[in-house]
Structure formats: structure tokens, C-alpha cells
């Protein structure tokens, strides 16, 4: 990694998956036939567009947002001098949709989104509950819409994904899957890498009406995969 990225991942709170464990996360979710080949895939915060690449050459069509405009652009870089034989598309904006955000500052959505200092919790490894500490306080969140609508200029509208891929801080994570709960389409699978989890995960998850499996390793951390169990809204 040079030294601009040290600097921008300082600067983002970016830090990278594991390229070889996202292509053998997809090689078992295709396999076992959870996700298909000609799946469209959308990276929410794809950073520099390399799990982009990874999904494209195991020829699932890939589709990319990431706020940081530096990475965006190195991303597009990247991708370009790939020869891959599906869409790859990675775009600068916030993954958010306006519409979701427009809720949200009417009060009417339902997922918290901590603030530092808030605790997390990772379930799935030995009890850990960690106050947020001061290397987490570099990350930015960008808990808004961007214009122009990121989703225009992917040319695909956000409820005709078919996976999502997203590594988040536990902070961003009960939104990001808020706004799936509410816009993607039905059968449609939201696959999470995150180290943190906030400590109401599964409080949250029952009043977002997900159901949510293990379905691979990440970094060493579990690769959740998020579906719909019954239309909560
Ligand atoms: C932890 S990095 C993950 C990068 C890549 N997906 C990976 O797994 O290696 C999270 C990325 O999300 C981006 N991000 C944070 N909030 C965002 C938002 N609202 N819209 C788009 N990107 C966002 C950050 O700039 C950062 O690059």
C-alpha cells in the first residue's frame, strides 16, 4: 500500500478486506447457489474498488460507491486496467439515499446511529465490549445523500441490486441496513464484514425484521450474510 493510501486510510478510517477471502467467500456463496453469477453486486464504501474486481472476475457484475473522492478515483484507475469481461463501475457519492435520509430527518426511521463512545459488541467472538477509543475517532461518517445521486451516474437504481457488500464500523452498520430493510429489492442478500457490532445488534435486527447467518470469514472476522425474513415496514 503506498503512502498516499496510508495517509487517506488515516484520513477515512479506511482499511482494507482481504481480497483472497472475499474471492473464496464468493466462490462458497456461488457454489451453494446463495448468490448467482449474473448477480448484480454493489459495494457500499468500496474504497479503491479492489473487492470490485474480485466479484468482476468471478464474473458478477460489480457496481461501486465510496464518499472519499481520492479513493474513488484511484479505484476507477484500477479498474480500467483490468480486462474483465462484466460491468465494474465504481462512482464518488454517499451511499445513502436521499429519500432514506430525507426519513431520517423526519424522525421516522428506526435505526440508531451511535455516536463515539457508544459500546460495541462483537457476538460472535469471546465477549468483547469495547468503548470506543481514540483510533477510531479519525473515521468520518458521511450520514447524508450526495449530489449528484450516485445511483444515476451508476445507472442503476439501488433496489436492483441483488448482493450488497459492505465493511463498516458497528456505528454506520443498523442505517446501511436500515436502508436496505427498506428499499432493496425482496430477495435480495446484504453480506456485512465488520469487526464491531453495536451491543443491540440483534435487538436491532428484530425491530429492522432481518435475519442474519454467518456465511464466511473476513480478515478473520465473520462474513454476515443479512436477508429479508418478512416485509417489516
Ligand atoms: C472500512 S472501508 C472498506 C473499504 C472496502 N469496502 C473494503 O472492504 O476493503 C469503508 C469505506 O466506506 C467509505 N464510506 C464511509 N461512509 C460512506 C458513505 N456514506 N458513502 C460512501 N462511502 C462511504 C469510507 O470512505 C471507506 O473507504
Redesign the pocket.
Known amino acids: 500500500m503506498s503512502d498516499l493510501f496510508a495517509k487517506e486510510g488515516t484520513e477515512?478510517?479506511?482499511?482494507?478486506?482481504d481480497a483472497d477471502d472475499?474471492a473464496s467467500c464468493l466462490t462458497d456463496l456461488l457454489h451453494r447457489k446463495i448468490i448467482a453469477e449474473d448477480d448484480s453486486l454493489l459495494?457500499?464504501?468500496?474504497?479503491f474498488g479492489?473487492?470490485m474486481i474480485t466479484a468482476a472476475r468471478a464474473r458478477i457484475p460489480s457496481y461501486?460507491?465510496?464518499?472519499?473522492p481520492g479513493?474513488a478515483a484511484r479505484g476507477r484507475i484500477d479498474i480500467r486496467r483490468q480486462e474483465l469481461f462484466v460491468p465494474c463501475k465504481l462512482v464518488q457519492?454517499?451511499?445513502?439515499l436521499a429519500e432514506y435520509i430525507r426519513l431520517r430527518q423526519q424522525g421516522q426511521t428506526r435505526a440508531p446511529f451511535f455516536e463515539h463512545g457508544a459500546f460495541v459488541d462483537n457476538p460472535f467472538s469471546p465477549r468483547i465490549t469495547t468503548p470506543f477509543s481514540d483510533d477510531l475517532t479519525d473515521h468520518?461518517?458521511?450520514?447524508?445523500a450526495?449530489i449528484p445521486d450516485p445511483y444515476s451516474l451508476l445507472g442503476i437504481g439501488f433496489h436492483k441490486f441483488d448482493v450488497f457488500?459492505?465493511?463498516?464500523?458497528g456505528i454506520?452498520l443498523p442505517s446501511i441496513l436500515e436502508q436496505y430493510a427498506r428499499y432493496a429489492q425482496e430477495d435480495a442478500i446484504f453480506l456485512n464484514?465488520s469487526a464491531f457490532y453495536p451491543v443491540e445488534h440483534k435487538r436491532m435486527l428484530k425491530d429492522i425484521g432481518l435475519s442474519c447467518t454467518v456465511e464466511g470469514k473476513?480478515n478473520g472476522n465473520p462474513l454476515l450474510a443479512y436477508t429479508k425474513q418478512t416485509q417489516p415496514f
Open positions: 477515512t478510517g479506511f482499511a482494507p478486506s472475499f459495494e457500499l464504501g468500496a474504497g479492489h473487492l461501486g460507491i465510496e464518499y472519499h479513493l457519492g454517499s451511499y445513502y468520518v461518517y458521511h450520514l447524508e450526495t457488500f459492505s465493511y463498516t464500523w454506520e464484514h473476513m
